[in-house]
């Protein structure tokens, strides 16, 4: 079955260092006495539960560890919060394929298929937590490793950043020259999407970190501040998703779709008949936003009355205040800020 990752993040969060259910697991692991665990009590349990005594206990890290050390699993509730049983005899049905060898991780794989329910293991042979879900084997890392990746990917998704910053100036030239082609647009979101991936791989690392992705959850915020605003607003721009998915259409694409700048293209609405290189025309609301005291509802209204981002450019104050809601101050402002915007535009032609 297809992995659920909301499920999945969800119980690597329980599991993160710092939590009860983590610090009891690795009191097993330290005191290598091993132990198998399933996170749920439902009447699919205790049709394949044999033996072992009831119980109905808070869980506590210490008391995990304790009674970890007598043969059989540990039935706790799904949301770790009081033990059921423990020293029980779990006997799933056999013919459920696994791949596992072991006879603790077989059974924990052929309770979790039978049951849908999420089981732990921890091998002390092998010093190692095992979550099985949704018919996965996902090893539970300690932190130095995780944060060894987290790291590498961190730097990749700054180098991204920088490309998408260098993207959306040149994009930002070009409108107002009026000079985009979709050729232009698709490299903006080939690069969103990039942004996207590794952000979300970042934040399936920070889940796992718990406590100790304090660090890596602020920097990762720090990098992605303001990126949906500004994907969405270049949707709105260029009318994305009306004919297509918008950019959440590329989620699904390979690595390779993605590279190709033509599949991009096709992806966010545009026929095959429309060439990268053949211009195409923002709204202009991603650049009136970035006017600092500009309500967001009087920007339709200035692009509306001007026909074009081009013409609300050579518009002059008194143009400005003709528009329903611009006062003299408001104008003053609105061209001020054209005006600096028209100066960035030409510094980035220029370089």
Do not use: W
Not at 156 to 163: G, K, N, V
Not at 328 to 346: F, H, N
């Amino acid at each position: 079955m297809p992995v659920d990752l909301t499920r999945l993040r969800h119980h690597q969060a329980m599991m993160a260092p710092g939590t009860p259910l983590r610090d009891g697991l690795e009191r097993v692991l330290r005191g290598r006495t091993g132990a198998l665990v399933v996170l749920g009590h439902s009447r699919a349990v205790d049709d394949i539960t044999t033996g072992g005594f009831a119980l109905d206990l808070p869980f506590t890290p210490q008391s995990l560890r304790e009674l970890a050390k007598m043969d059989g699993a540990l039935i706790i509730d799904g949301d770790a919060s009081r033990i059921r049983r423990a020293a029980a005899h779990l006997v799933p049905d056999a013919d459920i394929d696994t791949p596992e060898t072991g006879t603790r991780h077989r059974t924990a794989d052929r309770v979790s298929k039978q049951t849908g329910l999420p089981t732990i293991t921890v091998s002390a042979s092998m010093s190692l937590i095992t979550l099985f879900l949704d018919g996965e084997r996902h090893v539970v890392e300690d932190s130095e490793q995780i944060l060894s990746r987290a790291n590498q990917a961190l730097q990749t998704l700054e180098r991204y950043r920088s490309r998408l910053s260098q993207l959306i100036s040149k994009l930002s030239a070009l409108e107002v020259e009026d000079q985009v082609t979709l050729r232009d647009l698709a490299l903006v979101a080939q690069r969103l999407e990039m942004v996207r991936r590794l952000e979300h791989e970042l934040s399936g690392y920070a889940v796992e970190l718990g406590t100790d992705g304090r660090l890596l959850t602020l920097q990762l915020h720090e990098l992605n501040a303001g990126i949906d605003e500004l994907g969405a607003l270049i949707e709105q721009d260029y009318a994305l998703g009306v004919d297509s998915g918008g950019f959440q259409s590329l989620t699904a694409f390979t690595t390779t779709e993605l590279l190709d700048v033509a599949c991009v293209a096709r992806a966010l609405g545009f026929g095959p008949q429309e060439h990268l290189e053949g211009k195409i025309a923002p709204r202009g609301l991603r650049q009136l936003a970035s006017i600092n005291r500009l309500p967001h509802s009087l920007a339709p209204r200035l692009l509306e009355h001007f026909g074009s981002l081009q013409a609300l450019f050579g518009a002059s104050a008194a143009d400005l205040q003709l528009v329903d809601g611009v006062g003299e101050g408001r104008a003053k402002i609105i061209r001020e800020g054209l005006t600096r915007l028209a100066e960035s535009a030409m510094t980035e032609s220029l370089d």
